[in-house]
């Protein structure tokens, strides 16, 4: 006979549920910042010591009244939701009134904390497992909050023995903050392991002042930040943010910083990560993936975020509506700009002398905000090596590689019109294997047997009509690969070869053409298409600038 289905006694209903939402260091980390978020907090210093199994944040938020913080460890108590209706315009981090009461449940919680309008100095106060207050004292402080939770896991020797590594958590708790920098700049953020200092991220403007101090090789001027504010389909006003690494500027190995934030908060969301892939397919070499951040900030109505105890899977309304604006800002970023061809801070200082200089000096400088349409005229202006084509433009010189700038332009014709044209007489190819054939026909080529181990193809890419080696061309084609590596194939095939002398009529036609492309930093392989010798730097090397900042008593 099977045993009879009976209730659960409340203390082990409490500690499932304390399990879900507190399942490590890290989730104690996890909850205790975002409540510190949701409090306004814009300083917080984390102090995690794993062999005590202790974390403690503190914060310069709004701080806790006493009266709040009676209630605040007790189950399900929230200031942040009131009612169902407020569970579908979710705008805090946190809303279920389960984090403290759960650390509670799994620890020894302790708060002190003093409310930003109270004339009290603050208060300390103790919590027993079931979140209820079993003393409290006066505790003078500035307003703000200082959650300690020791000996976690201590009544639940089975779940220590279970947990990550103190290394693994370490890196969990890092992953965490990292990705609430991103979404919240303007924090600083100050972690402390043992009484050291382990983790600093210092306040920014945007995330793109963020990333650049979590991944030390990628600098500033690697990155391309824009906003847009639109407007969704429900006609709520919404606003999207990115930041991405230039293609050909910087990469990653592995697919470890594409990164998704929606309202405040970093979540998985394989769709939207597979839109940014797409957008930035063929823009980086094989293996290699992108550096990027998009953050979305969208009406509460358009999220359910009740699919996760972390919070990390949502369910998305208007999805295609996302991936298509996700699409569009990507496009922006990566085409050719102002904003995006500077080479670092140099052209700072040296805009601050000349406006000096100017300001003292019977000559006049150009204003820096020139019209991107003007800074965007590329002139050339000659050819080295049979190779590079060197273009002028109002701020300095490029040297652009004239066959992968050509196979950018190609590849992105044959993108938009894939155009097969039947031949004359037919191409025969030998020696072919079945799997040769099968990807000839898969590209949309007719092939057909023509003889022993003989084969006629009947019609070709318009690119390679004409070519003298269309044959190789062809067995090219067939050695495997899906239609954008056909593409690739023929567009690298049919490029200006370097090699060649160019009739300048023709450097500038290749440059009109190459800079309209949707992605004209690198070629279909990844590699980059032109090097950038800005004035700024030409004047650092060439000492100009110091000879300037002298001569007006600089």
């Known amino acids: 006979m099977s045993p009879p289905i009976q209730l659960l006694s409340p203390e082990i209903v409490n500690l499932i549920a304390a399990g879900e939402v507190i399942d490590s260091l890290a989730a104690v980390v996890r909850e205790l910042v975002e409540n510190a978020i949701d409090a306004q907090a814009t300083r917080l210093t984390i102090s995690v010591f794993p062999e005590l199994w202790q974390v403690m944040v503190t914060d310069n938020g709004r701080g806790m009244s006493l009266e709040n913080l009676r209630h605040c460890a007790q189950a399900h108590h929230t200031s942040k939701i009131f009612d169902l209706d407020d569970l579908w315009k979710i705008t805090s981090l946190g809303f279920r009134g389960e984090a403290l009461f759960s650390i509670a449940q799994v620890g020894q919680l302790s708060i002190q904390s003093c409310h930003a309008t109270d004339d009290s100095n603050g208060w300390l106060v103790e919590y027993n497992q079931q979140g209820e207050v079993i003393q409290k004292s006066t505790a003078p402080m500035a307003p703000g909050t200082i959650v300690t939770a020791s000996n976690l ?229 000659g050819q080295v090596n049979k190779t590079y084509i060197v273009a002028e433009h109002s701020q300095g010189l490029w040297l ?94 049919s490029a200006i070869r370097n090699g060649i002398v160019l009739e300048m009529n023709q450097m500038q036609e290749l440059l009109d053409n190459w800079k309209k492309t949707r992605n004209p930093r690198t070629c279909p392989h990844g590699r980059p298409i032109y090097l950038s010798l800005e004035e700024s730097s030409l004047s650092r090397f060439f000492r100009r600038h110091w000879v300037i900042g002298k001569s007006h008593g600089i």
């Open 153 to 381: 896991f201590g009544s639940i020797p089975v779940r220590r023995q279970g947990l990550p590594t103190f290394s693994q958590q370490l890196k969990a708790i890092q992953g965490i903050i990292e990705n609430l920098a991103l979404s919240h700049p303007q924090i600083t953020w100050q972690v402390h392991h043992n009484h050291k200092l382990w983790l600093s991220i210092s306040t920014g403007k945007t995330s793109q002042h963020i990333l650049p101090q979590l991944l030390k090789r990628v600098h500033f001027h690697d990155l391309q930040f824009l906003c847009d504010t639109l407007v969704t389909p429900n006609n709520e006003e919404a606003k999207i943010e990115m930041v991405l690494g230039l293609p050909d500027r910087t990469s990653r190995g592995r697919l470890d910083w594409l990164k998704i934030a929606v309202n405040g908060r970093v979540v998985r969301s394989p769709q939207l990560e597979q839109t940014i892939l797409g957008a930035l397919s063929r823009t980086l070499p094989k293996g290699r993936f992108p550096v990027a951040f998009c953050h979305l900030m969208i009406p509460p109505s358009e999220i359910d975020w009740n699919r996760h105890p972390a919070k990390t899977e949502i369910y998305l309304q208007s999805l295609e509506f996302w991936q298509e604006k996700v699409t569009e800002i990507i496009e922006k970023a990566l085409k050719l700009s102002p904003i995006t061809i500077t080479t670092g801070e140099q052209n700072q200082r040296v805009k601050k002398l000349l406006k000096a200089s100017e300001n003292k000096g019977s000559y006049q400088v150009s204003p820096s905000t020139a019209s991107e349409l003007e800074l965007m005229k590329l002139r050339a202006v």
């Open 400 to 493: 652009v590689e004239q066959h992968i700038a050509h196979e950018r332009i190609l590849y992105e014709q044959l993108q938009d019109k894939w155009q097969l044209i039947p031949v004359q007489q037919a191409i025969i190819l030998t020696q072919l294997s079945l799997k040769q054939v099968e990807q000839l026909e898969r590209i949309g080529l007719e092939i057909e047997p023509f003889g022993d181990n003989t084969w006629a193809v009947r019609n070709v890419p318009r690119l390679l009509e004409n070519r003298e080696d269309c044959t190789d061309a062809l067995i090219e084609l067939s050695l495997g690969g899906d239609l954008e590596s056909a593409q690739v194939a023929v567009a690298c095939r």
